[in-house]
C-alpha cells in the first residue's frame, strides 16, 4: 500500500484547509487511516483517525471541533477538513493506514500503523 497525502500550503490564522490521502497499491478497502503531524523539534502526534467504513472517527482533544476526517473508499481517500487553523496547528501531516477486519478499528498510537504517508507541510501565520 502506498500514501501519498497533498494539499498542504500557507494559510493565515483563522483560514481553512483540506488535506488529502491518496492509497494505491493492494487495498482491499479494510484500512482504518490516520492522520499524525510533526511540528519542528517535537514528536509526531494522533491527530484524526477514522474506520474503514466511516462508522467511527477519533480525534486528538487538540483539534475537535475544528478538524473532520472522512473517506471515500470507492476513490481510496481519506480527506482531512482543517478550519480555525491557528499557529500552533503548523506541521508536517501525515497519513498512515492500517489494514483491520474491525469496523470500529480507530487506532491512535503510531506504532498500530502498518503504511505511512511522505507528509505535507502545513504552515498557519498569526
Known amino acids: 500500500v502506498q500514501l501519498q497525502a497533498f494539499g498542504g500550503g500557507l494559510v493565515q490564522a483563522g483560514g481553512s484547509l483540506r488535506l488529502s490521502c491518496r492509497a494505491s497499491?493492494?487495498?482491499?478497502?479494510?484500512?482504518?487511516v490516520g492522520w499524525f503531524r510533526q511540528a519542528p523539534g517535537k514528536d509526531r502526534e494522533f491527530v484524526a483517525a477514522i474506520s474503514w467504513n466511516s462508522g467511527v472517527t477519533y480525534y486528538a482533544d487538540s483539534v475537535k471541533g475544528r478538524f473532520t476526517i472522512s473517506r471515500d473508499n470507492a476513490e481510496n481517500t481519506v480527506d482531512l477538513q482543517m478550519n480555525s487553523l491557528e499557529p500552533e496547528d503548523t506541521a508536517i501531516y501525515y497519513c498512515?493506514?492500517?489494514?483491520?477486519?474491525?469496523?470500529?478499528?480507530?487506532?491512535?498510537?503510531?506504532?498500530?500503523?502498518?503504511?505511512w504517508g511522505q507528509g505535507t507541510l502545513v504552515t498557519v501565520s498569526s
Open positions: 498512515a493506514a492500517r489494514p483491520t477486519g474491525s469496523s470500529r478499528y480507530v487506532p491512535s498510537g503510531r506504532s498500530e500503523y502498518a503504511y
Open positions: 497499491g493492494r487495498t482491499n478497502g479494510k484500512t482504518a
